[in-house]
């Protein structure tokens, strides 16, 4: 099972609106969680970090939020852009273990006029 | 400019002819790390290194293979390549792995006939 989920795993949203992408973990203890954006065929840049003891996190128009106890982050697009329409990804990272980091499948936004 | 640069890009290949793609970073990290990319599974962990001649396996390791000899340079080795070695293939840095962001190069198109 995975241990990073995201939904909705697609979403079209009108130009100018506000949308929230959720992502739930099992990943326990954890060190980090991040979000990436990733443009179709382009490399994941990312959006934020946000260690365990940390609640919101914002760059720019993007806010992500994240509860410890229920294990849930979620990321908020305010008044949405053209260029919003890519893939945002969850990454969490384990508090002990083999510097892996767990990956959602993430979560593809289409932004239209 | 901080950058992850791979190469080819692009790349169609036979089974079984060895090839190299090459990953290289200016930022004097001492992580990095080889993902694979599919529809509908998400970016997977190939192998992964904490530094120099320090390497390690990630979710997806075979048929691959990686060396580190310098801090800049992580090539990812397919020795006999397969149809099913068919993917998008993204390098990735950092300077440790604990809260630092991660650098991705812009991506590796592969394709294995």
């Given at each position: 099972k995975n241990q990073v989920e995201q939904s909705p795993q697609s979403l079209i949203i009108l130009e100018g609106k506000n949308c929230t992408l959720q992502c739930n973990y099992t990943v326990s203890p954890f060190s980090n969680l991040r979000w990436y954006k990733q443009d179709t065929g382009r490399g994941p840049v990312s959006l934020t970090i946000m260690t365990f003891s940390e609640n919101t996190k914002s760059n720019g128009r993007y806010t992500a939020t994240l509860d410890a106890d229920t294990k849930q982050s979620s990321l908020h697009i305010t008044?949405?852009?053209?260029?919003?329409?890519a893939s945002y990804i969850c990454v969490v990272r384990p508090y002990y273990g083999n510097n892996r980091l767990a990956f959602g499948k993430g979560n593809q936004v289409v932004v239209i006029p | 400019e901080a950058q992850v640069t791979q190469n080819p890009r692009y790349l169609i290949t036979v089974t079984g002819k060895k090839l190299t793609v090459t990953c290289s970073q200016?930022?004097?990290?001492?992580y990095m790390s080889w993902y694979r990319q599919d529809p509908g599974l998400g970016l997977r962990q190939i192998y992964y290194s904490m530094n120099v001649e320090v390497t390690d396996k990630g979710d997806v390791p075979e048929g691959y293979k990686v060396s580190r000899k310098e801090k800049r340079n992580f090539p990812l080795i397919l020795e006999s390549p397969s149809p099913n070695q068919t993917s998008l293939y993204f390098c990735a840095s950092s300077s440790g792995i604990s809260g630092n962001t991660i650098y991705f190069g812009e991506g590796s198109w592969l394709t294995v006939v």
């Amino acid at each position: 099972k995975n241990q990073v989920e995201q939904s909705p795993q697609s979403l079209i949203i009108l130009e100018g609106k506000n949308c929230t992408l959720q992502c739930n973990y099992t990943v326990s203890p954890f060190s980090n969680l991040r979000w990436y954006k990733q443009d179709t065929g382009r490399g994941p840049v990312s959006l934020t970090i946000m260690t365990f003891s940390e609640n919101t996190k914002s760059n720019g128009r993007y806010t992500a939020t994240l509860d410890a106890d229920t294990k849930q982050s979620s990321l908020h697009i305010t008044a949405s852009q053209l260029s919003d329409s890519a893939s945002y990804i969850c990454v969490v990272r384990p508090y002990y273990g083999n510097n892996r980091l767990a990956f959602g499948k993430g979560n593809q936004v289409v932004v239209i006029p | 400019e901080a950058q992850v640069t791979q190469n080819p890009r692009y790349l169609i290949t036979v089974t079984g002819k060895k090839l190299t793609v090459t990953c290289s970073q200016n930022m004097n990290h001492e992580y990095m790390s080889w993902y694979r990319q599919d529809p509908g599974l998400g970016l997977r962990q190939i192998y992964y290194s904490m530094n120099v001649e320090v390497t390690d396996k990630g979710d997806v390791p075979e048929g691959y293979k990686v060396s580190r000899k310098e801090k800049r340079n992580f090539p990812l080795i397919l020795e006999s390549p397969s149809p099913n070695q068919t993917s998008l293939y993204f390098c990735a840095s950092s300077s440790g792995i604990s809260g630092n962001t991660i650098y991705f190069g812009e991506g590796s198109w592969l394709t294995v006939v």
